[in-house]
């Protein structure tokens, strides 16, 4: 092709994602190893996961359950039987030389998940999900006196290096998609619902550090091999030289990564130059990717089933294994029973815990004020701290108490969402405490009568000017009443009973 043919080729991007998720379980996969983190260097070790001769492995069945558990939210097949691999390579973070890995009988295969993209929805085909044991963790050091975090550094400018083997044996799940993604926008799209499912399953946690992390895989193609409902031929996939993006640990990372791969490639075949096939990495500090090595093909890990480890029958444990309703399911699920806004119903199943608590309120109060109070006001202030639902789930009664002082009508809405809940929040007090200290209980009755009378005797002008009909005057002698009692009463009842009062 000539330089200038290749200039004017349109292409489009290709991308094909490998998900690797740590899954929430007690113990490391094959050995009751805690998985909990700890700052301590391999303290939760034993003979299996620091590959001791003889050691030998034990699947976790909640491992294998929360497994199952993605393989139904993703509407995956779940084969009668799995087996074990070993996956070999030597590198030190391996303490066995190989990775138990899954092969040719995957837990989960043929998936689906839909997510929404700009508000169009989008289905993206799993092509497996496996489980697999997470190898050590990693530390190149400088010497030096600073502590050893400020140390830490590339491989090529270390002095010697640290090795961690508390996460070799935590349980991972990679799940690997179909080339199905057509944009970076719809990766991080992607990631996040992604996100969202594994939490409501209840098997990962996304505040842990490198629970998430993302291969990527992107190719061009010429656009016009692009079908109009964005379908590929195989044998296009096949062709087209592709790079993988490693240590992306974010979805915003995801989408740079892939959207300095697109141009990155795009200039390279617009200039009549061939794309490597090769592994990238991805320098986060700098938004680029930089080569890394060739692509390894799988004959370079010698793959052969794992002897030590029987295959696992999991033929019916598809059915007796539940999962929660999902976002979606449930989002459509509070507009139809809740009447709530789709806006209202996203915010308000954006995570389970959320939900959870909102339908527990509105078990109580009606559901408009149940939502307003949940996803407006709680949430709200609780954005603003940087505070999640679950650091006020122990305070469940206290917030239910506070929508009580509404509903009941003892505090007014502002006081209540102005200063009884940010108190709540920043001081830890219960509403009723902040109520009486600061004298928010709308003034009634006897209070407001005597306020009232003394509005109208301390002002003859404006009870003159009432009775000759000028208007205002009687907003005045509210707005007199409303002083009185420091903004406590409804000012309807007080605009009543003023009028009662002058009638006489
Ligand atoms: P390998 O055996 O080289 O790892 P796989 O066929 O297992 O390749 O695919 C690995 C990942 O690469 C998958 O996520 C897949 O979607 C993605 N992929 C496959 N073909 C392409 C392509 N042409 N462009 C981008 N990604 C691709
Ligand atoms: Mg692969
Ligand atoms: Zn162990």
Redesign the pocket.
């Known amino acids: 092709m000539t330089a200038q043919a290749a200039e004017s080729r349109e292409l489009a991007a290709?991308?094909?994602?490998?998900v690797h998720v740590q899954l929430e379980t007690e113990t490391k996969i094959f050995c009751g190893c805690s998985t909990e983190p700890t700052e301590e260097p391999n303290t939760h070790t034993c003979p299996v996961c620091l590959g001791l001769p003889g050691a030998l492995p034990v699947v976790n069945e909640g491992a294998v359950e929360a497994a199952v558990k993605v393989g139904k939210a993703i509407d995956a097949d779940v084969p009668e039987e799995t087996t074990f691999h070993r996956k070999n390579y030597y590198y030190p973070d391996l303490p066995k030389n190989f990775q138990i890995t899954q092969y040719d009988a995957p837990i989960c295969r043929d998936g689906e998940l839909e997510f929404a993209v700009e508000s169009q929805r989008r289905a993206v085909s799993i092509?497996r999900a496996h489980l697999e044991e997470d190898p050590g963790s990693i530390k190149h050091v400088r010497e030096g006196t600073g502590p050893l975090e400020s140390r830490t550094c590339s491989i090529d400018r270390a002095d010697y290096t640290l090795i961690d083997y508390n996460r070799a044996g935590t349980p991972l799940m990679e799940i690997?998609?179909?080339?199905?993604f057509r944009d970076p926008g719809e990766v991080r799209a992607f990631l996040e619902k992604l996100e969202e499912v594994l939490e409501y399953l209840g098997v990962f946690d996304a505040t842990r550090d490198g629970s998430l992390r993302i291969d990527a895989?992107?190719?061009m193609?010429d656009a016009d091999e692009v079908g109009e409902d964005g379908h590929i031929e195989e044998s296009v996939?096949?062709d087209?030289n592709?790079t993988?993006v490693k240590n992306i640990s974010s979805h915003k990372g995801a989408e740079q990564a892939l959207a300095f791969e697109a141009s990155r490639q795009r200039k390279l075949i617009q200039s009549g130059r061939a794309v490597e096939q090769e592994t990238r990495h991805f320098n986060e500090t700098h938004g680029n990717t930089v080569s890394m090595r060739s692509?390894e093909?799988?004959k370079d890990y010698r793959y052969f089933r794992e002897a030590d480890i029987p295959p696992l029958e999991v033929a019916d444990w598809k059915e007796t294994i539940d999962i929660p309703e999902l976002p979606d399911a449930r989002r459509e699920r509070f507009v139809a029973e809740y009447d709530l806004s789709e806006e209202a119903a996203a915010k308000l199943t954006s995570t389970k815990q959320v939900a959870d608590f909102f339908e527990s309120v509105a078990e109580r109060f009606d559901a408009d004020l149940a939502a307003t109070w949940v996803a407006d006001n709680l949430l709200g202030e609780l954005n603003y701290r940087d505070m999640e639902i679950t650091d006020v789930d122990d305070r469940f009664d206290e917030v239910t108490r506070l929508v009580e002082l509404v509903a009941e009508d003892e505090i007014t809405a502002k006081n209540a969402r102005e200063t009884v809940l940010r108190e709540m929040l920043d001081e830890g007090e219960d509403p009723d405490t902040v109520v009486e200290r600061e004298g928010l209980g709308k003034t009634s009755g006897d209070a407001v009568q005597r306020a009232v009378e003394e509005a109208i005797e301390e002002n003859p002008d404006a009870v003159e000017d009432y009775h000759s009909g000028e208007d205002g005057a009687l907003n005045f002698l509210v707005g007199q009443v409303m002083q009185k009692t420091g903004g406590s009463a409804d000012p309807g009842d007080v605009n009543g009973l003023l009028r009662e009062e002058l009638a006489e």
């Open positions: 290709v991308i094909g994602l490998e092509r690997v998609t179909e080339p199905d895989n992107l190719s193609v996939l096949e087209a592709r993988e692509k093909e799988e």
